[in-house]
């Protein structure tokens, strides 16, 4: 119950479709429990009082109440559906804004295909629950009272005998559930495993084909499929075992009800249409409580998935504006690290140890070292992706936390490695940042970036839709979108990770030509593992393992004799004076 309560206010604003359908249902009940009730009245003062003048009017009764019974049960099942829907739709909405501000801490760990199923099949079991298994739950009660009030009202004597299996049906219902719930959360569990290695083999299909390795593939993915199928034939067999063991207590009932109510008719005790009443009445009770067990699924469902969806809803957002945090349109980009250290997680080695350094509006910081030194942590620290464990990192000599997380955004304009972009069209993509750009700035922006001539030739220029992850488009193509995307924010801090990596040499000159325009007057920061990338930054940063080891520009680094700048210069260079002395 804790789940519903904490997921209360996505449901209880549309009250109001509930409760009316369950007003609906009431009549439905009402009407139903009146079948019986007119069955024993034809027999007993019609039939057998040979009232035979009541029958058009038992008859028009009987008509009028099937009509009745029929609108309600059309009103009650389009309000409580409206009632469901409502309420997921907001439920859906609240996820996938929690999902925009969970910290990147989150996705570290978290799988695609088990976000996307708590989204879709979570939210839907859920919903099926509040559209249908609620009020299946308040009719069940209501009719099985109505029809008990009814028996104990005609004949109380017969009414215990008939109904005193019912708590072993009680009891079996109950120890069904509390095997069926963690079944249900196994399965959609395994659910959730079997659509992340979809979306994996999907995402990852060029490195799948480019090593063969389809059947290992088909391979894992029956491991998950299997498991899936067994939790479902686990969770089939509690129902085998259980559903006709609470058949076989319900015809217990109704044999017990006819040995004894047929004795009673006999001695004359009862009417027997009290007997025929009861007869109807007893499946009233015994149905519903034999459908109990589908209830209880929905509701173990719908607690399984509330669960998980509550996960996510209440997952801590660690990186958020602090009150009062300063909104600014334009920073001026200077950025200064004094003593900055940060680690991931608890576990792991620190990622960045001791960093200081100064950033003035508009010089170009060189980032250089080996893999795993700490060159994107610091540039994702300065998005305030992350937060560093120790030290301060400050902008415009303000601290970063200052500042909302919007103006630090606005003001950042990051090119990675591997840019994603968005299946549509190209302008859409270019503008992403800054959707209200006009056209001559995308085209600015493009030309800036050497993509303009290229997106001419697409066949619809700037309206081509492109395929999902910019597919249709080479490397190096979607890396130069992904600068004008950068360039079009106009951004006073400018991040290039690694950017030029994907791009030939000559076209990497001509957008680090276009670059060095661009950059002017914004604080840049190049990660690059290309020493050629790096000549023209003012500031060049050496990182080793987590710390800076040197710094300078340029000339100053290569005069350092030993330096780790110079050790990876002449690593770079030494191939093309081979190649020179060779090629004499
Ligand atoms: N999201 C993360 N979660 C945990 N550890 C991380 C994460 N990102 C980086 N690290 C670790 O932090 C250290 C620094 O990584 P970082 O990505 O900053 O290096 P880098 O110099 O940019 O490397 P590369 O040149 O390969 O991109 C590495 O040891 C890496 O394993």
Same mark, same amino acid.
């Not at 090119?415 to 994603?420: A, G, N, P, Y």
């Not at 992904?482 to 995307?485: D, F, K, L, S, V």
């Given at each position: 119950m804790e789940i519903f309560k904490k997921l209360k206010h996505f449901y209880w604003p549309f009250k109001a479709y509930f409760f009316w359908s369950i007003v609906l249902l009431l009549a439905v009940t009402g009407f139903t429990v009146a079948y019986p009730v007119i069955l024993k009245i034809t027999i007993d003062s019609v039939i057998l009082d040979q009232n035979y003048g009541w029958i058009p009017y038992v008859a028009g009764g009987f008509f009028l109440i099937t009509m009745l019974k029929g609108i309600a049960v059309y009103f009650h099942q389009y309000l409580g559906d409206l009632f469901g829907i409502r309420a997921v739709f907001e439920l859906r909405n609240a996820l996938y804004e929690k999902l925009q501000y969970l910290p990147f801490r989150y996705y570290d760990n978290a799988r695609t295909g088990d976000l996307m199923s708590r989204l879709t099949a979570d939210v839907e079991g859920f919903r099926f629950f509040l559209s249908f298994g609620f009020a299946q739950l308040i009719n069940l009660f209501m009719l099985v009272t109505l029809s008990m009030g009814i028996m104990f009202y005609?004949?109380?004597s017969?009414?215990?005998?008939t109904l005193g299996a019912m708590p072993f049906l009680i009891v079996t219902v109950y120890q069904f559930d509390k095997k069926v719930h963690p079944a249900f959360k196994d399965i959609r569990r395994s659910f959730a495993g079997m659509t992340t290695k979809v979306q994996e083999n999907i995402s990852g299909m060029t490195t799948v084909k480019s090593l063969s390795k389809e059947d290992f593939e088909m391979g894992r993915f029956g491991e998950k499929n299997t498991d899936y199928k067994d939790k479902y034939i686990y969770t089939s067999n509690i129902w085998s075992k259980y559903f006709p063991f609470m058949e076989l207590i319900g015809h217990i009932c109704v044999v017990v009800l006819l040995g004894y109510g047929g004795y009673l008719v006999i001695n004359g005790e009862i009417q027997p249409g009290v007997l025929v009443a009861f007869f109807s009445l007893i499946w009233f009770i015994i149905n519903p409580l034999m459908n109990l067990g589908f209830i209880v699924n929905t509701f173990s469902q719908a607690k399984a998935s509330g669960e998980r969806l509550l996960e996510v809803l209440e997952e801590p957002e660690d990186i958020q504006d602090k009150p009062g945090a300063v909104e600014k349109d334009r $920073?001026?980009?200077h950025v200064s690290f004094n003593n900055v250290s940060h680690r991931y997680s608890e576990e792991e080695e620190p990622a960045l140890q001791n960093i200081s350094f100064e950033a003035a509006p508009g010089k170009t910081i060189g980032l250089i070292g080996a893999t795993g030194s700490g060159k994107t942590s610091i540039t994702q620290l300065i998005t305030r992706f992350y937060e560093p464990d120790s030290g301060s990192l400050m902008v415009d000599g303000r601290s970063i936390t200052d500042y909302t997380l919007k103006t630090i955004r606005k003001n950042t304009g990051v090119?990675?490695?591997?840019?994603?972009?968005?299946s549509s069209t190209v302008k859409d993509n270019i503008s992403y940042g800054r959707p209200e750009a006009s056209m001559e700035r995308i085209i600015d922006a493009s030309k800036r970036a050497d993509?303009?001539?290229?997106?001419?030739? $697409?066949?619809?220029?700037?309206?081509?839709v492109l395929g999902e992850r910019g597919g249709g488009l080479s490397g190096g193509q979607k890396q130069r979108i992904?600068?004008?995307?950068a360039i079009c924010v106009d951004p006073s801090i400018l991040i290039l990770d690694d950017a030029t990596s994907a791009v030939d040499m000559e076209t990497e000159a001509k957008i680090q030509a276009a670059f060095r325009e661009v950059m002017q007057g914004r604080t840049t920061f190049i990660i690059a593992h290309r020493i050629s990338s790096l000549l023209h930054a003012d500031e060049i940063l050496v990182l080793n393992e987590g710390r800076i080891v040197e710094k300078g520009n340029h000339y100053e680094l290569l005069n350092m004799e030993n330096g780790h700048y110079r050790r990876i210069y002449e690593l770079q260079y030494?191939?093309?004076n081979q190649f020179l002395l060779e090629a004499r």
């Open positions: 005609y004949s109380p017969l009414a215990f005998v $920073l001026n980009g090119v990675l490695q591997e840019s994603f972009l968005f993509a303009h001539d290229f997106i001419m030739q $697409l066949p619809d220029g700037y309206d081509t992904a600068i004008a995307r030494k191939d093309k």
